[in-house]
């Protein structure tokens, strides 16, 4: 996982946490009721889209970094062999040689013929405006409907 996406994470875990203390101070200050209010409905659905967002940065960065590993070749010599520090070190060498060629060449097609890291980078400028775009609307929509006085 790159530092981008662990950042990601932690600023959205941040929001989360940040939405929750503000939702249990405001109920807090408010009248005790035993149903839903208004206000619950507007910090449960930032909740849900803060909870998408993160579910979205985590499902990118698998994709992305997925890669089948290769087979092991069985004509390498096994790497536990004692005394033998030169041959481990090679094959830890190979396979990482293997590993950085299979991470850099395009992953297994889909059925569109895109390669992950195409379906990754799509998703993620995707999200980059249908995120905010949602958010938007939601907010558009709820404030106009409840901001009249009942």
Not at 23 to 31: H, P, R, S, V, Y
Not at 111 to 116: I, P
Not at 132 to 143: D, Q, T
Request: proline residues 5%; glycine residues 2%; charged residues 20%.
């Amino acid at each position: 996982m790159c530092h981008k996406t662990i950042f990601q994470i932690g600023h959205q875990l941040v929001i989360i946490l940040t939405l929750l203390a503000l939702n249990i101070g405001i109920n807090q200050t408010l009248a005790p009721v035993s149903y839903i209010n208004l206000l619950d409905v507007w910090f449960f659905a930032s909740l849900i889209m803060v909870c998408a967002a993160l579910l979205q940065c985590i499902t990118v960065n698998y994709i992305a970094e997925s890669a089948e590993e290769p087979p092991v070749d069985a004509a390498e010599p096994p790497a536990a062999v004692e005394g033998n520090d030169k041959t481990k070190d090679e094959t830890e060498t190979k396979r990482e040689e293997r590993r950085r060629f299979f991470m850099n060449r395009p992953l297994a097609l889909c059925k569109t013929g895109r390669s992950r890291a195409q379906i990754s980078l799509n998703l993620n400028k995707t999200s980059r405006w249908l995120f905010p775009l949602v958010y938007v609307c939601f907010n558009a929509v709820y404030w106009a409907l409840f901001s009249v006085e009942f």
